[in-house]
């Protein structure tokens, strides 16, 4: 399986705040506002390859450094241009069309309440490995954490399960091809530039891709709030995946029979559950860690 960019630090000669960023003067707004009402909004689904539109500083700047990622397109306002031309020619990717374009013009763009810096992209989604691609990748190393999501249908739930991925070193997140979000603006904005160097891997049967991950010596632990022992008892190392429910109904049955083991993170009873991601990043460090 092709390895995505890895994170570069470089230095920025413009800092695009989260607020407003200035936008080019009133002709040059009208002509950019028609250009993007042309262009429709994007509604965050993904599923129209046509209309992938990604937006705000790190989801564009870490898509611009990913040799992996087809770029189309990028709208800047003034304010952020220099920015994206830096990161373009530190990528060597100066061939990328940028337009000028206002904060309302990408406004309308992209779905409502939408924070992008300044910054649009339309872009093409990334190859889509497959689950026995990341078994060829890792069938010669000793250690490696996948997390399975089974039936995490928020976007923003899903992007910050990436991000978290990305910090604790995850090789993957798998989910289902349906009842899970598609590569999407919303979901790049939350996963913070972690779209572009953790794969995101949809599998057509989630319990085959579970087997398959068993045939390759992944231990499976599924999470589960009644489970008799910690994720820190059950002591895991190799190879492990990490499988997680929704947040209403858990682990559905064919995917709990299919894990190894349930586990659970200790917690007090004055709160009955963890949002799903903050219970993935919570365990992804606890895999991470070393031992005291």
């Not at 399986?1 to 470089?10: E, V």
């Not at 060829?136 to 249908?153: H, K, P």
């Not at 083991?261 to 070393?290: C, G, H, Q």
Request: negative net charge.
């Amino acid at each position: 399986m092709p390895r995505r960019s890895k994170n570069r630090t470089f230095s920025r000669p413009v800092s695009a705040g989260d607020g407003d960023i200035s936008s080019p003067d009133a002709e040059n707004d009208e002509n950019n506002s028609r250009r993007g009402r042309g262009r429709g909004r994007d509604s965050g689904s993904g599923r129209d390859a046509s209309r992938l539109i990604l937006f705000g500083r790190h989801p564009v700047i870490m898509a611009i450094h990913n040799p992996q990622r087809t770029i189309h397109r990028i709208w800047t306002t003034e304010n952020a241009r220099d920015e994206v031309n830096y990161a373009l020619q530190q990528a060597e990717r100066t061939d990328v069309l940028v337009d000028n374009a206002g904060r309302i013009d990408i406004d309308q763009m992209l779905p409502p309440g939408a924070v992008h810096q300044g910054i649009a992209m339309h872009c093409a989604p990334l190859p889509q490995p497959g689950v026995e691609d990341l078994v060829a990748e890792y069938r010669d190393q000793d250690s490696a954490t996948v997390l399975i999501l089974d039936q995490v249908t928020d976007p923003h739930n899903v992007g910050a399960i990436l991000r978290s991925a990305a910090a604790f070193g995850a090789c993957a997140v798998i989910v289902p091809d349906r009842h899970a979000p598609q590569e999407s603006g919303v979901l790049a904005k939350s996963a913070s530039g972690a779209l572009e160097v953790v794969p995101y891997i949809h599998a057509g049967n989630l319990a085959r891709a579970l087997e398959t991950l068993k045939g390759a010596n992944f231990w499976l632990a599924g999470m589960d709030g009644s489970a008799d022992q910690t994720l820190a008892q059950a002591k895991l190392t190799g190879k492990v995946g990490i499988v997680m429910g929704s947040e209403g109904d858990g682990l559905r049955r064919l995917t709990r029979d299919n894990c190894d083991f349930l586990v659970k993170l200790p917690m007090t009873d004055r709160i009955e559950s963890l949002n799903v991601s903050n219970a993935a990043a919570v365990a992804l460090y606890e895999l991470f860690r070393k031992p005291a």
